[in-house]
């Protein structure tokens, strides 16, 4: 008999690491293994308050733990950021597809991520960085509000700069004092030259109008709309394309995506709404 | 032994309902509801000319149930078998739409399933259509021919009874004795009941026939002004979603009990304003034009694209409940008609 689409797997807070003034990192150990793509996202419950939707910000190499990064933005994840450490969550999934990986052999990957939007990347750069000989190279390009905004940051600013086939630029909308990188969203940090265009895909999750106008940016580079893979964020509910809130046009994002090319999804007027 | 007959209903369903819980249509008001049977007070049995009012999601996919504990897991619960008496081809259709959507392999949904093996159907031929029937618009029949497990076909002295599943034939051996021949005349006046019945349906809805394949008119009505303009007669009651047997849209929400957690399942609606909001507060359908061409495109596309068949089968319920008498059928043509004045716009899915 197949299991109960809607039960959770047990789950324990082993460590909650603070990221940003609203965003926190949950490192949860489940009772049974968890294994998952890069990409694929899971439900992550509050029993007796809620579930929501998150791509985990852990490599999937990592079976024991999974690390989930949370931005308070609503009802459910208000209350996930005053849980403590020791406190049990349920896990459903993973749902939906990952990254595919495979078809990145040989190529640039240009990936770029505001906000929030660096965790499923997180994800993603650790399964690339894993096998870095793999790829072309690494190109990543991210953005937050404020250098404080940034998830991350020991390793945002430190280990990953110096990996060799990554190469990372930086920016912020607004700077502080100490901040010496760029000033601006982030495409102003996307430049063609950068880009190897006849052999580079492009990797694109963050807020809606980040992803709106970082599409449009690759586009004028001369990606072609396969080459450009959207984490997309809808209302995700039961995971298993079935309950109907998530869906873009034909597709339902739970279970066709998260991740889809932008060829895909260009025909829909409201994917980035 | 599959088709036999029967000159009263009663002695039939006491017979079901001896082995199991039994649900007949019962008028209320201009209505049939299901109701339980109770042989001991229903003296006599109707035999509904249509559908109920309420849709037969409700037996498989109710309104609002148990769907995990938290921290011990829920099973589904034990379903005893259970009768239905009363579909007509239109329910099973609707039926055989939920199946695709609950049953599919991988992500098989066990509280449906747990009903689904346990329900007996009893399905019966139509006759005397309502204004709203219009099966006959979306390929479906005033009578069924597969998705039973007995179908009754109403004559002048009698019923007909046919077995359409093990199940079925199962029944009818069991109870050979309240049956007896069916009377040679009474096949020849069901096969003309049934014409008739599918002639009127046809004659009812002429007005409405469109002139492509309902997919073809739907995914080249992107832009359609039609749906602003419907969403102006319309009152955000959702009652078209409940009543309709093949949405299937549903709400998962966590719940505080005395001694543990649960997680509910309950119907939903993408009529709701809020029904694709995300936390932040990004929203695809804030306006209800939009919303009503999802659900329409959902039902004669997206649906068709993935599963190969419409996710609607003209049963009318959702005509009948709208206060404000918006008509799926004048909305479907008024985009028939549309097209006819423009060239084919780009197909958009």
Redesign the interface.
């Known amino acids: 008999?197949?299991r109960?689409?809607?039960?959770?797997i047990?789950c324990e807070i082993v460590d909650i690491i603070d990221e940003s003034p609203t965003i926190k990192s949950f490192v949860v150990v489940p009772e049974e293994k968890i294994s998952f793509q890069t990409g694929q996202f899971v439900e992550l419950?509050?029993?007796?308050?809620?579930?929501?939707p998150f791509t985990p910000s852990s490599s999937p190499a990592d079976t024991e733990k999974m690390e989930i990064t949370i931005v308070k933005?609503?009802r459910?994840?208000n209350l996930l950021h005053q849980c403590k450490k020791e406190q049990?969550v349920?896990i459903r999934g993973p749902f939906g597809n990952g990254y595919p990986i495979d078809d990145f052999v040989g190529k640039q990957i240009y990936i770029v991520g505001g906000g929030v939007g660096l965790a499923p990347i997180r994800s993603l750069f650790l399964t690339l960085v894993d096998r870095i000989k793999d790829f072309k190279s690494v190109v990543c390009r991210f953005g937050a509000k404020t250098p404080d905004d940034f998830i991350y940051k020991k390793t945002l600013f430190g280990s990953w700069q110096k990996i060799a086939g990554v190469n990372m630029k930086l920016t912020v909308d607004e700077a502080d004092g100490e901040w010496k990188g760029n000033v601006g969203v982030v495409t102003t940090i996307l430049a063609a030259k950068d880009v190897d265009i006849k052999n580079a895909v492009a990797v694109v999750c963050g807020?809606?109008i980040m992803m709106k106008f970082t599409t449009l940016k690759l586009l004028e580079f001369g990606f072609a709309a396969k080459d450009i893979y959207l984490s997309m964020?809808?209302?995700m509910?039961?995971g298993?394309?079935?309950?109907?809130?998530?869906?873009?046009?034909?597709y339902y994002v739970c279970?066709d995506g998260p991740v889809f090319t932008y060829e895909q999804i260009e025909?829909?007027p409201?994917?980035f709404? | 032994m599959e088709t036999v007959f029967i000159s009263e209903l009663k002695p039939l369903l006491d017979a079901i309902a001896e082995q199991m819980e039994l649900y007949i249509p019962k008028k209320s008001g201009e209505y049939y509801v299901y109701i339980k049977y109770d042989p001991s007070s229903e003296k006599s049995v109707e035999f509904n000319n249509i559908r109920t009012c309420t849709p037969i999601k409700e037996f498989l996919f109710p309104l609002c149930e148990l769907?995990?504990?938290?921290?011990e897991?829920?099973?589904?619960e034990e379903i005893k078998p259970f009768a239905v008496f009363g579909l007509k081809d239109c329910d099973l259709r609707s039926i055989e739409i939920l199946d695709k959507?609950?049953l599919?392999d991988e992500?098989?949904?066990?509280f449906y399933v747990a009903r689904r093996e346990k329900m007996f159907i009893i399905s019966s031929d139509c006759f005397e259509p309502g204004e709203s029937c219009c099966c006959t618009l979306f390929g479906g029949r005033s009578y069924a021919e597969k998705g039973f497990d007995l179908n009754l076909a109403k004559v002048k002295n009698g019923f007909i009874v046919e077995a359409g599943s093990d199940k079925g034939k199962e029944f009818l051996q069991e109870h050979k004795d309240i049956f007896v021949e069916v009377p040679p005349e009474a096949l020849a006046e069901r096969d003309s009941i049934r014409t008739q019945t599918q002639k009127q349906l046809e004659e009812n809805n002429v007005e409405y026939k469109l002139d492509a394949p309902v997919n073809e008119i739907m995914e080249n009505s992107p832009d359609s002004d039609v749906f602003d303009i419907e969403s102006q007669k319309c009152v955000e009651c959702q009652a078209c979603t409940r009543v309709c047997p093949t949405c299937?849209?549903?709400?998962?929400?966590?719940?505080?009990q005395k001694d543990y957690?649960a997680?509910m399942?309950m119907w939903?609606s993408?009529m709701r304003l809020a029904?694709?909001?995300?936390?932040?507060g990004?929203?695809?359908?804030?306006v209800l034009g939009?919303r009503i061409k999802?659900r329409l495109?959902?039902k004669f596309?997206?649906f068709f694209?993935?599963y190969g068949i419409d996710m609607c089968v003209g049963c009318g319920r959702c005509i009948d409940a709208d206060s404000h008498k918006m008509d799926i059928r004048v909305v479907l043509k008024k985009l028939n008609e549309e097209l006819k004045d423009k060239p084919k716009a780009k197909v958009?899915?």
């Open positions: 008999m197949n109960n689409l809607y039960q959770p047990d419950t509050l029993p007796g308050v809620g579930e929501a933005a609503g459910v994840t049990k349920g807020p809606p964020e809808k209302n509910s039961c298993v394309g079935k309950c109907g809130h998530c869906m873009i046009g034909k279970k025909q829909y409201d994917i709404d | 769907a995990a504990i938290f921290p897991p829920a099973e589904p959507v609950f599919e992500f098989e949904d066990l299937h849209c549903f709400y998962l929400y966590d719940t505080k957690f997680k399942k939903d993408c029904y694709a909001e995300v936390a932040g990004a929203n695809p359908r804030k939009a999802h495109m959902h596309s997206f694209d993935r958009a899915k």
